[in-house]
């Protein structure tokens, strides 16, 4: 942080400032004004504006528009397939500045060394990440993990600088029940911050939930679900990810009146998606262009998440603020020109110099070898629980299907978009190989599979072919995990996610590249997803309604149990 | 605190609730819209709204509109003339739930023990008294108190339950010219809260002021100035008190957009208003009139006020709150049937339960005996500094006015209105006496003093005539202290506030009595001004512009220099 001393002598102008952007016009998020005048910056924070300013530094950026830098209030940044320090170099340039991440996802594989990991890579990137700490790994008691962490393993981090508080509880029935785990995590989060994930969850059961402690949320998929969570308390995310798109439904809630208590999030977005799209500033951009007031999406983007937060810190350029500044073209366009991150420019200077925290979790992949027959069906009852996937959605429907046995085995039949889907635990736990069917994915041929596998990341196969299956789900150990297609006896296209089975070791434009030739090969299936990788990734995570599978077996989330299929 | 898994279980309706409020409805200050259903409670927490509920105390609020308890967001208690537990039977009764004080009223005349005295009450009223850390004992260099506080006398309190931050930094002369002892403090509470009081300050001036860490301000007077503060990441507590009447100047700017963004306070406010026109039901009532949404205004004054002073636990009825509520017969009046504050029924049970902390500072006025000779002033130029009251405002006029010295002494001349003002210092420091002149109180004869004279609470004294001055601050050894009126010899009015000298130790109807009596016994002096008591008590405080009096002269204040008069 700035030396205090400094700061008031930079901000009142008797000192040149370390850093001045002249020329621009802010575009304040509380009242909607345009402000004029420099912006003065004396180390990480900002210390003067609407003034004329000496600096040491002075960028020209006349004709810009300068925003509070965005804040994701919510995001797994595994799921962006890249290390940290990609993620940082990927978003930054975007206007995003600080990112509240939960790295759950490595940390069911690795355990509490996952987490640490990024609280590591935290302290060096430019971007500020934030961490909550992961409170349900495993998410629920119906699936096998690479790592359990309870409690007590968590307090040794609630001090650590990036840490903010407890990372959503997924676990809900585990709340409204008093599951003794979850408790024990609750209580000692008690009075701190501690984040949500309850979809679809209402009335006296959201109460309790909600009088549990929880603040913020993200699971909302439509206004009304998204009112009514408002009207408890809870700060509504609005999530925008690459399968989960709630933009549309809950942007008629986003107004001047409510913005101060919702915010924005991507929860997970592929590096495809943000290449293509963009990231926070797509959400901004088309929040805009479907009539939100610029004030309310870029108060949702900034202040109103670090208040959620608890971040006093950020979200305004204004004096004694974190210099998070996005310098823009226009607010329609959201099109960032320059980024600051405290102070410090996103750009090629600013990344060389970061020190690289070594990657960890190689060779991840512990599965048993498979063969065509381990996704046989062996069942003879005719009704069978099947996965409607939902586009676009990580609900799912739990449809039932008459699917009669072919000897002894409940086959795949593409005519009616019924095919087969498998888990392999992959941990070098148990080896259980779990089947089911799915409809949805207009699959008709070959295989797909995935280490990405919410949240345990198990390997995940969705198939219309036994053989491709197998040769998909053995290429796992030798690529340490990533992403497979296999069509007619070959590897028609692949991802290597060697850190934990999650994160590629290579910079995220190779890995954008990588995604696409992933892409033509589903559609070479079939598949008509647009993200077939991240949808599947989803049908695995038994704390989303309504119907999953993890290794275990098909989950009925409803009752929260595993089910016969 | 209420238990976690009881507050879960009451929530879910799986048990009775402890308490619930049936047959209302719930105003919410985040949509602006009307919610039915019973609000439980779980002890001092709300469990569930927008439900039926069964309780162990049912208690029917048919016809009433429930709103989130009232937050004063900068006060000082001791205004109020009573001790916390009287301004505790006071107020909550109007439904405010949470007083964030700064005592350093007493604390000027005690010292520590006097901001101890205020914790150890906290603990124990009905209303959540929460303790901002008084940061300037004295306000300045250029008065005599009876005590001084350093920053590391503060540092012991800090972590008391009822102490929120640093209280209102109101040397800011000394933060922007950084003097050592302000710096201390200032560092101190880096990255925590800090309250500010800048009058009039702005530009860069201002910007070097936030930039020291300060977050909320309340000194705004004119809606530029609130505009700026705002646009400049200030939170905007608009005031309302006795003497100092914002509210009409900065209603303007109180809307949707904003009032996420701004608050309520009173700072000063004395019972007799109380009694005759509200405390922070006043300002909401007012504001409404005045065509403020009432979202906007019952927003700030709870849920905006929570989260500007980081407290994350109030502020809104829903699950997980305090349950800090105000059952209204409508939005409009703003007239409170019933208060819960955590849980906690307003009324004469409640008071009658608490402990009362035993008052201190007894006996603390040793001021010297003064004669009638004490208030000559022997200087032979005629141009004189006059100090200008402006009625309703804290701030004063800069008047020059030739006065011809008779027999070597500047007399009254209220055919002018021009009057003499005192300070006798009454700490048993140095007894001094310092004196000058004053426009605008209408007094013809007589005079009148006060032991409440911001914020060293020396003896004040304005008269027309000397013997009377003499008698009136004479009087004051013996009643501890308060509020005198003489007239033609004669003591025509007094309080006693034998606690410091600044609060009685009756309750506050019986103090309301005595101040009629002093606003009448006033009013046959020729005074025109409302509040003549409190207007004078601001006239000593040397950091509100442009010129005051304390006991080592007139002062100032845009200089900050003691200047001859």
């Given at each position: 942080?700035?030396?205090?001393?400094?700061?008031?002598?930079?901000?009142?102008?008797?000192?040149?400032?370390?850093?001045?952007?002249?020329?621009?016009?802010?575009?304040?998020?509380?009242?909607?004004?345009?402000?004029?005048?420099?912006?003065?910056?004396?180390?990480?924070?900002?210390?003067?504006?609407?003034?004329?300013?000496?600096?040491?530094?002075?960028?020209?950026i006349?004709?810009?528009?300068?925003?509070?830098?965005?804040?994701?209030?919510?995001l797994?940044?595994?799921?962006?397939l890249?290390?940290?320090?990609?993620?940082?170099?990927?978003v930054?340039?975007?206007?995003?500045?600080?990112?509240?991440?939960?790295?759950?996802?490595?940390a069911?594989v690795?355990?509490?060394?996952?987490i640490?990991?990024?609280?590591?890579?935290?302290?060096?990137?430019?971007?500020?990440?934030?961490?909550n700490?992961?409170?349900?790994?495993?998410s629920?008691?119906?699936?096998?993990?690479?790592?359990?962490?309870?409690?007590?393993?968590?307090?040794p981090?609630?001090?650590?600088?990036?840490?903010?508080?407890?990372?959503?509880?997924?676990?809900?029935?585990?709340?409204?029940?008093?599951?003794?785990?979850?408790?024990?995590?609750?209580?000692?989060?008690?009075?701190?911050?501690?984040?949500?994930?309850?979809?679809?969850?209402?009335?006296r059961?959201?109460?309790?939930?909600?009088?549990?402690?929880?603040?913020?949320?993200?699971?909302?998929?439509?206004?009304?679900?998204?009112?009514?969570?408002?009207q408890?308390?809870?700060?509504?995310?609005?999530?925008?990810?690459?399968?989960?798109?709630?933009?549309?439904?809950?942007?008629?809630?986003?107004?001047?009146?409510?913005?101060?208590?919702?915010?924005?999030?991507?929860?997970?977005?592929?590096p495809?998606?943000?290449?293509e799209?963009?990231?926070?500033?797509?959400?901004?951009?088309?929040?805009?262009?479907?009539?939100?007031?610029?004030?309310?999406?870029?108060?949702?983007?900034?202040?109103?998440?670090?208040?959620?937060?608890?971040?006093?810190?950020?979200?305004?350029?204004?004096?004694?603020?974190?210099?998070?500044?996005?310098?823009?073209?226009?607010?329609?366009?959201?099109?960032?020109?320059?980024?600051?991150?405290?102070?410090?420019?996103?750009?090629?200077?600013?990344?060389?110099?970061?020190?690289?925290?070594?990657?960890?979790?190689?060779?991840?992949?512990?599965?048993?070898?498979?063969?065509?027959?381990?996704?046989?069906?062996?069942?003879?009852?005719?009704?069978?629980?099947v996965?409607?996937?939902?586009?676009?959605?990580?609900?799912?429907?739990?449809?039932?299907?008459?699917?009669?046995?072919?000897?002894?085995?409940?086959?795949?039949?593409?005519?009616?978009?019924?095919?087969?889907?498998?888990?392999?635990?992959?941990?070098?736990?148990?080896?259980?190989?779990?089947?089911?069917?799915?409809?949805?994915?207009?699959?008709?041929?070959?295989?797909?599979?995935?280490?990405?596998?919410?949240?345990?990341?198990?390997?995940?196969?969705?198939?219309?072919?036994?053989?491709?299956?197998?040769?998909?789900?053995?290429?796992?150990?030798?690529?340490?995990g990533?992403f497979?297609?296999?069509?007619?006896?070959?590897?028609?296209?692949?991802?290597?996610?060697?850190?934990?089975?999650?994160?590629?070791?290579?910079?995220?434009?190779?890995?954008?590249?990588?995604?696409?030739?992933?892409?033509?090969?589903?559609?070479?299936?079939?598949?008509?997803?647009?993200?077939?990788?991240?949808?599947?990734?989803?049908?695995?995570?038994?704390?989303?309604?309504?119907?999953?599978?993890?290794?275990?077996?098909m989950?009925?989330?409803?009752?929260?149990?595993?089910?016969?299929?």
């Open positions: 942080m700035a030396d205090l001393s400094q700061k008031i002598a930079q901000g009142r102008g008797d000192m040149p400032a370390d850093f001045v952007l002249r020329g621009g016009r802010i575009f304040d998020v509380i009242t909607g004004d345009f402000l004029n005048g420099d912006v003065a910056i004396c180390g990480d924070t900002i210390v003067g504006t609407c003034a004329g300013y000496d600096g040491t530094q002075i960028v020209d006349t004709g810009l528009t300068l925003v509070p830098g965005f804040i994701d209030t919510h797994h940044i595994e799921s962006s890249v290390t940290p320090f990609e993620f940082d170099r990927l930054t340039p975007l206007g995003v500045t600080t990112a509240i991440c939960d790295p759950h996802e490595i069911n690795l355990g509490v060394p996952g640490q990991y990024f609280l590591d890579a935290a302290m060096e990137t430019v971007l500020d990440i934030r961490v700490l992961s409170s349900c790994v495993p629920s008691h119906m699936e096998t993990t690479g790592a359990v962490i309870e409690a007590d393993d968590l307090l981090l609630r001090h650590h600088p990036a840490v903010i508080g407890l990372a959503e509880v997924m676990n809900y029935p585990g709340v409204i029940h008093q599951d003794p785990g979850i408790m024990a995590k609750l209580r000692a989060y008690e009075g701190g911050h501690i984040d949500g994930h309850a979809p679809m969850l209402s009335g059961d959201l109460n309790a939930y909600i009088a549990a402690g929880i603040r913020t949320e993200h699971e909302a998929t439509t206004e009304d679900e998204a009112r009514e969570k408002l408890k308390g809870l700060r509504v995310l609005i999530r925008e990810g690459s399968v989960s798109k709630d933009l549309d439904a809950l942007l008629p809630l986003l107004n001047d009146r409510t913005s101060a208590y919702m915010c924005f999030c991507t929860d997970d977005r592929n495809l998606d943000i290449g799209h963009g990231h926070l500033d797509y959400l901004i951009r088309t929040a805009i262009a479907r009539g939100t007031s610029p004030v309310a999406a870029y108060r949702a983007a900034s202040l109103s998440a670090a208040e959620a937060f608890g971040l006093k810190d950020r979200g305004l350029i204004a004096p004694g603020q974190r210099a998070d500044i996005a310098c823009l073209g226009t607010l329609e366009d959201c099109d960032a020109q320059i980024t600051l991150c405290g102070g410090v420019q996103a750009a090629e200077q600013a990344f060389a110099a970061r020190k690289i925290t070594p990657p960890i979790g190689r060779a991840s992949v512990k599965a048993p070898v498979v063969t065509p027959d381990d996704f046989r069906t062996a069942s003879n009852r005719t009704e069978t629980d996965i409607g996937v939902i586009p676009g959605k990580i609900i799912t429907d739990h449809l039932h299907e008459n699917i009669t046995p072919t000897d002894g085995d409940k086959r795949p039949d593409s005519t009616r978009d019924l095919v087969k889907i498998a888990v392999v635990e992959r941990h070098g736990i148990n080896g259980n190989i779990a089947t089911g069917f799915v409809k949805g994915f207009g699959l008709t041929r070959g295989a797909i599979a995935s280490t990405v596998c919410h949240d345990h990341h198990n390997i995940a196969c969705v198939g219309a072919d036994y053989d491709d299956m197998a040769l998909a789900v053995n290429r796992m150990a030798d690529i340490e990533g497979v297609v296999a069509q007619g006896g070959k590897i028609t296209a692949e991802l290597a996610l060697p850190v934990a089975g999650l994160m590629s070791l290579q910079p995220f434009e190779d890995v954008r590249t990588r995604l696409e030739a992933l892409r033509d090969a589903a559609k070479a299936l079939g598949v008509t997803l647009e993200e077939p990788f991240l949808q599947l990734a989803f049908l695995a995570l038994p704390v989303i309604p309504m119907l999953k599978i993890t290794d275990r077996g989950v009925d989330v409803t009752k929260f149990e595993i089910i016969s299929s």
